[in-house]
């Protein structure tokens, strides 16, 4: 089970980014678990953690909403065939997943991988089966977004921290 204290850290985490990186504030809508595979919209910049937390985050754009926000985080007008546009959605969701997993409590250990950027509709994103991706909704002044989380405790830190509250 997902501890909701992780889906705060990350929706901290993306208005923290937004407004920093770009003065973009950002309203974020009611979380809902998410059934279908599919990306919410046309770009996708992919994490995946391993360590203590495993699983992937997605941050999912339409190709308007991610061009407009490439373009503010840039400093210039930004269009999705130009070679740098993946390299600045993954550096967003880097940011992004960086920033949540330094709010983690305790001391995880968690390791976070390059960033990944898939372009194009109907991209299908593997997510571990066993895991419930959360689906949040998020609007700015760009569009919409969607934050996908689909994390859990591995297995090894959620039994040591069972032990080490039975002994405390």
Known sequence: MMDPAYITAF???????????????????DPKIKANPAP?????????????ITGNIVISFP????????????????????PDFSDAIGEIANMISGNAKGMFAGKRKVTISCPSVVIGGSHIISRPKDIPCIE??????CGN??????????????????????SA
């Not at 190709?63 to 130009?82: H, P, Q, W, Y």
């Not at 949040?136 to 002044?141: F, G, K, L, N, Y």
Request: aromatic fraction near 4%; hydrophobic fraction near 50%.
């Open 63 to 82: 190709i308007n909403t991610a061009e407009r926000i490439v373009s503010l985080f840039t400093g210039s007008d930004m269009k999705a065939d130009n």
């Open 40 to 52: 919410s919209y046309d770009v996708s910049g992919i994490i995946g953690m391993s360590g203590d």
């Open 136 to 141: 949040i909704p998020a609007t700015t002044d």
């Open 11 to 29: 929706v901290a985490s993306l208005q923290n980014v937004f407004s920093t990186m770009m003065q973009l504030p950002v309203q974020i809508g």
């Open 145 to 166: 977004l969607v934050l996908e989380i689909a994390i859990a405790q591995s297995e090894p830190a959620a039994a040591a921290q069972a032990a080490a509250s039975a």
